[in-house]
């Protein structure tokens, strides 16, 4: 296990971005993105306790294991997305954006503008 103060700081810049991602969906978050952010809290809470010297290392590293398994699927979800992303060519997506204008153009797909209440 990495140091407490370093595991604490990573932990945090997590917790960070799960939370832009929950404000950017309003009030619709998906219950996964909930937990991830309950268990990045969790582990925050565990850090700073081993910080603190209010419970040693290996009881500090027994707690996390189970928080550890969502922290490192996360991780491995989030490579995965951005392994698809890098593989899609620029041609692809241009292709994707033009056939798109194509059928707005023709009346096939129609687009309505979202109201936010």
Known sequence: MTDPKNYRRKLKKNLNTLREREAKYGRDVP????????????????????????????EWQEALQPL???????????????????????????????????LI??????IEPVRVA
Request: glycine share 8%; charged share 15%.
């Open 31 to 58: 219950v996964d993105l909930l937990n991830q952010i309950e268990d990045h809290e969790k582990a925050i809470a565990l850090t700073d306790q081993v910080i603190a010297g209010e419970i040693t290392e290996a």
């Open 68 to 102: 550890l398994v969502s922290l490192e699927q996360e991780r491995v979800t989030n490579n995965i997305f951005l392994t698809y992303i890098q593989s899609l060519s620029l041609p692809y997506l241009i292709g994707i954006g033009v056939a798109l204008l194509l």
């Open 105 to 110: 153009g023709l009346g096939v797909v129609n």
